[in-house]
């Protein structure tokens, strides 16, 4: 990777603090910040009416991201959203059951948990922070609908094999729906490769972004066997629109692409940021920023070893990610006191949860890891 302290002027936040919570929401950089003002700038004095070409609102170059067309990705608000549409397209014969994993963040299991679903929620218990496929092995059967997972464990960092679990899921006529933001921006992904079904991702964790820009995945395959579950302008193909002075309300056309999953009039400030957010992040490359990432957070394991503590992270290179969680009963205390003296980490799961992304250096890692332990003695 170039130059650090190239990348490094990118990123104002270097000035004032050591960031290191990029799992939670993270600063924006400064290209995402003045493609932001540029567009804010020009919204107050000509006019929404004058603004440039929006293009699509960062659709291409998500696609390019997870390796995806973009007639298959629509625009919506936050990864919980992405996740409703999912849950709520899908069809549920009585005896359904949706398997998922007790690693999981609210948003990927509570979809599945309302009555009116009728659906029975298998959680797969994590061994020591893993999923083992195994284990999904034997909760998936055929009255499976779907497998829901994060790509990368919100609270310790575990990164799921989604090509296994596709694998698992399709022999037995599941679909597989992926939650990609702790993942989406360091860690690479493959729609295509992985087959998964659907994937969704807000881009102001790991993707540099404002909140209120997300993206929704729907293999092409599976699109038009879909009804949208909310309808709105949005969910039509704008051609239709363009040709006529009034609009057609008598019937519903819905797009042939992912758009139909789309209602209304999206966030675009929000998605002028994803796009340029997303831009930067390409031209570094992913697998370059995960190698940066998972070499500063070989650092942090190191460190936290050599001093006697618990990691609540898988060590397997497959199962890393950007998240490392070290564990200790005092992780609340320390981390308010950290965040006092400018050091953002968070408290998750009864430890420290870390995450750097690729414009961090060791030796702020080496810094945050002193205040780590001068803290835990303290307490
Ligand atoms: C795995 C996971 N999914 C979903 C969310 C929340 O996503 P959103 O606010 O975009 O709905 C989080 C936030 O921490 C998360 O870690």
């Not at 004032?16 to 924006?28: D, R, T, V």
């Not at 969680?325 to 968070?346: F, H, P, W, Y």
């Amino acid at each position: 990777m170039e130059n650090v302290e190239e990348i490094r002027c990118l990123f104002p936040i270097v000035k004032h603090k050591i960031f290191m919570n990029h799992a939670a929401q993270s600063p924006l950089p400064k290209p995402v910040a003045d493609a932001v003002k540029r567009y804010v700038d020009d919204y107050s004095n000509f006019g929404a009416s004058n603004l440039p070409e929006l293009s699509d609102l960062g659709k291409s170059i998500f696609a390019e991201l997870i390796g995806a067309k973009q007639s298959e990705i629509a625009l919506v608000e936050n990864t919980s959203m992405g996740l409703n549409i999912a849950a709520n397209i899908l069809r549920y014969p009585p005896g359904s059951k949706v398997v998922t994993t007790d690693l999981e963040y609210p948003s990927v299991a509570y979809p599945w948990l309302r009555k009116n679903l009728n659906v029975k929620v298998h959680y797969v218990k994590n061994v020591n922070g893993k999923v083992p496929l195994e284990e999904v092995e034997k909760a998936v059967d055929d009255k499976t609908v779907a497998v829901a997972v994060s790509h990368v464990e919100y609270a310790n960092g575990f990164r799921n094999d989604l090509k296994a679990l596709g694998e698992i899921a399709h022999r037995h006529g599941a679909y597989l729906i992926v939650d990609a933001i702790q993942s989406a921006g360091v860690v690479p992904i493959d729609v295509k490769k992985d087959n998964v079904d659907f994937l969704t991702t807000a881009c102001y964790k790991w993707l540099l972004s404002p909140p209120g820009a997300a993206y929704l995945y729907v293999k092409e395959e599976l699109i038009q066997t879909f009804e949208p579950p909310l309808t709105g302008w949005a969910s039509v193909d704008q051609k239709i629109f363009e040709t006529v002075d009034f609009w057609d309300i008598w019937s519903l056309r819905l797009s042939e692409t992912a758009s139909r999953f789309e209602v209304g009039t999206p966030s675009a400030v929000s998605f002028i940021g994803a796009a340029e957010a997303i831009k930067m992040l390409l031209g570094f490359g992913i697998s370059n920023i995960e190698q940066r990432v998972l070499k500063l957070t070989d650092r942090l394991i190191d460190l936290a070893k050599a001093s006697g503590f618990m990691l609540q992270t898988p060590d397997e290179k497959p199962h890393r990610s950007g998240i490392v969680n070290i564990r200790t009963d005092k992780a609340q205390q320390i981390v308010k006191k950290l965040g006092e003296k400018g050091i953002v980490v968070s408290a998750r799961a009864r430890g420290i949860r870390i995450s750097p992304h690729f414009y961090n250096t060791e030796e702020e890692i080496e810094t945050l890891f002193e205040e780590i332990v001068r803290l835990e003695k303290l307490f």
